[in-house]
């Protein structure tokens, strides 16, 4: 199974900071990533798929990168709304595999 | 609008069985791939089955391999999940989502845009 090792586990960050979450893949997974937002009780939102497209509605101070092994998800300038946990998760092959998570915390 | 409903999440005993279902609208659920994953209590998220659109290709996590499955009916515009010989550790939120898919310039990308609200599973005695 393809193993995504995400990072920071957890940050803390200020309203207007940029922000750079990433994930890397055991094995190559080509562009085949996205990343989710969840919110405390809520399901998983799709922000970015294909690791660099920007989802239908989604703010674009959200953007993707990477491709291969390493894949980064960069929060331009901080909203109050973007406190919560983001996830990757890559779609290259079966078992799909989620990174474990990084929780974004008011400073 | 897009819309999953999941429904059949209780409390049952180990080594009890359960049967979620997601009940789907909004979208032509006979062409769509279905998944369903969980969230155990504090912890991250977890894939836990797909299913292709005519039901015929089927995947599983090794942690419910042999005791869940997957199924749908595309008629009723359903998606379920079988649970048997349940453990403790199979207690979380369960979620269906829907698995789209796009033309890109080269190949084709999966995605999962839409997502029921959980339906919470609790294995305990």
């Known amino acids: 199974a393809v193993q995504m090792t995400q990072s920071p586990s957890s940050l803390s960050a200020s309203v207007g900071d940029r922000v750079t979450i990433t994930c890397r893949a055991s094995?190559?997974?080509?562009?085949?990533l996205g990343w989710y937002q969840q919110k405390p009780g809520k399901a998983p939102k799709l922000l970015i798929y294909?690791?660099?497209t920007l989802h239908s509605g989604v703010p674009s101070r959200f953007s993707g990168s990477g491709s291969g092994t390493d894949f980064t998800l960069t929060i331009s300038s901080l909203q109050p709304e973007d406190f919560a946990t983001y996830y990757c998760?890559?779609?290259?092959?079966?078992?799909?595999?989620f990174g474990q998570g990084t929780k974004v915390e008011v400073k | 609008e897009v819309q999953l409903v999941e429904s059949g999440g209780t409390w049952v005993q180990p080594g009890g069985s359960l049967r979620l279902s997601c009940a789907a609208s909004?979208?032509?659920?006979?062409?769509?791939?279905m998944n369903w994953f969980r969230q155990a209590p504090g912890k991250g998220l977890e894939w836990v089955s797909y299913?292709?659109?005519?039901?015929?290709?089927?995947y599983y996590a090794d942690s419910v391999k042999g005791r869940f499955t997957i199924s749908r009916d595309n008629a009723k515009n359903s998606l379920y999940l079988q649970m048997d010989s349940l453990k403790a550790e199979d207690t979380a939120v369960y979620f269906c989502a829907r698995e789209a898919v796009e033309m890109a310039t080269t190949s084709i990308v999966n995605f999962f845009d839409s997502w029921g609200q959980g339906t919470r599973v609790t294995v305990s005695s």
């Open positions: 294909a690791a660099t």
């Open positions: 998760l890559q779609d290259y092959d079966f078992p799909r595999t």
């Open positions: 094995q190559g997974i080509r562009d085949d």
């Open positions: 299913v292709s659109s005519t039901g015929n290709t089927i």
């Open positions: 909004g979208f032509t659920f006979s062409t769509s791939m």
